[in-house]
């Protein structure tokens, strides 16, 4: 497989619940040699209930997730020539759209001051992965991993995050941007998926590139 590209020191995979940010930051790290940094939703003891009953527990549970990203992305900052590349499976920016999903205007007045308070200045990624998939594979994918409050997430939900990640995507520009669409390929296991994503990772230089696997060609 071709050596990880050296301009690409940071890298944050990204895409809906389910569709594989983190099996796939596991394998690239290995490749890559880099520290991984992945999200910890299990720490987020408002989490569960959120999925329980959303309106109650939504504020707390982003408020959290705002708090621990910020400081796993502030961690980033410092400037030794030496730091090890780094990949993790979430992109700070998406917090926000997770809050606009969930809150209502007047807890996400409240969420936005403090996103604009703790957000500045936090490590901005040398590139991003973002994943795609339909609604049926991402369900599918969430059932199979099993993790008991994701149970309670349907279709509805899905189908408008993904539409708020599309949206968000569609005018992102902080990063040399790979889009993947994986509804027909698990990055996850064998080397030939993975082999074919290295290929477009190296080959992106600047702007934003559509890959679909499937079809084993940029779109």
Known sequence: MMPWPERFAFTAIEGPIGVGKTSLAKRLAEHAGAQLVLEEPMDNPFLARFYADPRSAALPTQLHFLFQRTRQMQAFQQTDLFAPRRMADFLLDKDRLFAQLTLDDDELAL???VYEKLA?????????VYLQADVPTLLARIRRRGIDYEQRIDADYLARLSERYARFFHHYAGSPLLIVNTSHVDLSRGDEPLRGLLDQITALRQGKRFYNPAGDAPL
């Open 111 to 113: 969420y936005d001051m």
């Open 120 to 128: 500045i200045d936090v490590a901005r990624p040398d590139l991003v």
